[in-house]
């Protein structure tokens, strides 16, 4: 069975400018999330989806950070302006649903440096 | 407030030994609980869970230990090998999944 995946593995952009990440869960998984790791600290929630609609983003920072999962399967967060400050690891991570006993499954992840 | 920590920052084992890393948790609601293994560069992978009506699980060479009178959750690994070397993670789950700040094992040979 093929894992979360995500792209691009790495990224180097300059303050304000813009990025996007990609992520495909497995097949099959109703929940995606979007987890912010900052090095040496665990993951944040960023965002949760339900299919396409949003169950969660309490966390995010919404006058730069977006995310959408339009068709219900594939996702994008996007980041504009970036900030300094957004340098850490972007988590994709996907479950089969959103209840406790769901194992959520998480990408390699998207290494972001802004300079 | 949400707070999954772990009380030590870094172990260190002897190749063969067991492995006990601790994690406090501070909602008494959360009913779901994750180990995770993150080695350096990947994601998370998951390794064990717990729900909050059972105070043991066993896995391959993992046993998850839950103590909700206070609040404790740990993480045993027998017989700890060189490729067990990663951070890992214990997280809670109530309505989302918060993460700990993380504990680095490191097996020496």
């Known amino acids: 069975e093929a894992g979360v995946a995500q792209s691009p593995r790495y990224k180097i952009i300059e303050k304000r400018q813009s990025v996007a990440f990609w992520c495909n869960p497995i097949s099959g998984h109703a929940t995606l999330y979007w987890y912010q790791q900052i090095l040496g600290q665990g993951p944040k929630l960023l965002i949760q989806?339900?299919?396409?609609?949003?169950?969660?983003d309490s966390q995010l920072p919404k006058d730069r950070f977006s995310a959408e999962r339009l068709k219900g399967v594939d996702s994008t967060l996007k980041i504009q302006p970036a900030k300094l400050e957004d340098s850490a690891v972007y988590l994709c991570a996907s479950s089969l649903g959103h209840s406790s006993g769901n194992t959520i499954y998480f990408g390699e992840g998207s290494w972001l440096t802004v300079v | 407030g949400e707070n999954v920590g772990l009380h030590l920052p870094t172990l260190s084992v002897q190749e063969g030994d067991n492995s006990i890393i601790n994690c406090a948790y501070s909602n008494s609601a959360s009913d779901y609980f994750i180990w995770y293994k993150q080695e350096s560069g990947k994601g998370p992978q998951f390794i064990i869970d717990?729900?909050?009506?059972?105070d043991k699980r066993q896995g391959q060479r993992v046993t998850v230990l839950l103590n909700k009178t206070v609040k404790h959750l740990s993480l045993q690994i027998a017989a700890t090998q060189p490729g067990d070397s990663a951070v890992y993670f214990c997280?809670?789950?109530?309505?989302?999944?918060?993460f700990g700040q993380g504990t680095e094992l490191s097996v020496k040979p």
């Open positions: 989806f339900q299919n396409n609609g949003v169950v969660d």
């Open positions: 717990i729900r909050s009506n059972m």
């Open positions: 997280a809670e789950k109530e309505i989302k999944l918060i």
